[in-house]
């Protein structure tokens, strides 16, 4: 079925986001983060696939259940991994070698 | 989908199953429609008050399938509870979330199911309109009947086809979803 949200994520405007990191760090079951934000668990699955952009009020409700900004779970370009944003790509070649 | 109903122990998850009720659900349908509007000699006998009951008889019990999957899988009719932004703007904590409500995702796929089947419904309209063009060979009584077999089925289309699209589009859920309900028990 052709949804808004889900068209556009063909046509490549994807809202990529966190939260199944978020989840996994938590020890969060989909159930679990569906009860809690009152939606259907499939939803979530929905929304971390990218097959579905949540509204406005949902994404609030997301970024108030986990205790962080909006920006940090939802990006409209692709994150870079956890880990790599706390500890810095070490593997990665030192800067001069890259000119 | 969740809470995946089985209709005569046929589950209903797979994409499969569920467009083959939705033709067989048609099928029977628009045979039961032809069978009035031919007007054979025993639904003649029945007498215009016995028709009318078993026309609607026969499609609440051929559409009872159909419906019945939708409501279970929540995509339910707008319904006057409040949706959690309406609590919110009130100052109220929203209360537990009602199984069957529909959240904003099965919202959009059920809004979206309504306007395809009112495009559907538009054009149908549309041929309805010429179809008395059509009959006008036919005999007075014959082309009443078939113009009300006619309208019967607009009606048909208007109140199921929006669940029919629905249940006939909504894919196979992924083995992830899947595997989930029987995770709750340790979540």
């Given at each position: ?9 063909r ?6 986001n966190?939260i ?19 939606v259907?668990?499939?939803t ?12 406005l ?43 | ?30 045979a ?5 509007a ?15 009951l ?15 999957l ?14 959690s ?26 809004n ?19 179809a ?21 089925l607009?009606?048909i ?16 859920a ?13 979540s």
């Amino acid at each position: 079925m052709e949804l808004g949200s889900n068209s556009d994520a063909r046509n490549g405007d994807r809202l990529y986001n966190r939260i199944a990191v978020l989840r996994a760090e938590r020890g969060l079951s989909r159930s679990a983060l569906a009860n809690a934000l009152q939606v259907n668990y499939q939803t979530i699955g929905y929304i971390e696939r990218g097959d579905f952009k949540p509204s406005l009020e949902l994404a609030f409700r997301i970024s108030e259940y986990f205790g962080l900004p909006i920006e940090a779970i939802f990006s409209r370009t692709p994150f870079r991994p956890l880990s790599e944003e706390v500890y810095g790509n070490h593997n990665a070649p030192p800067s001069g070698d890259s000119k | 989908m969740s809470n995946t109903p089985t209709i005569l122990g046929m589950s209903m998850a797979p994409q499969k199953n569920r467009r083959m009720l939705v033709a067989v659900t048609y099928t029977i349908l628009v045979a039961f429609i032809a069978v009035f509007a031919v007007m054979p000699s025993w639904v003649h006998a029945l007498g215009p008050f016995g028709r009318q009951l078993v026309v609607l008889a026969g499609v609440l019990l051929f559409l009872a399938p159909l419906q019945w999957l939708t409501m279970l899988t929540k995509f339910t009719p707008l319904g006057g509870r409040p949706t959690s932004v309406e609590i919110t703007r009130l100052g109220l904590t929203p209360g537990p979330r009602d199984p069957y409500d529909p959240d904003e995702r099965e919202l959009a796929i059920r809004n979206a199911a309504y306007y395809q089947a009112f495009r559907v419904i538009m054009i149908y309209s549309f041929l309805l309109f010429l179809a008395p063009d059509f009959l006008h060979h036919l005999s007075d009584s014959t082309a009443q009947h078939w113009m009300k077999a006619l309208l019967l089925l607009l009606f048909i289309i208007a109140w199921s086809l929006p669940q029919a699209i629905v249940v006939w589009t909504e894919p196979d859920a992924p083995e992830e979803d899947r595997l989930e309900p029987a995770r709750r028990g340790n979540s």
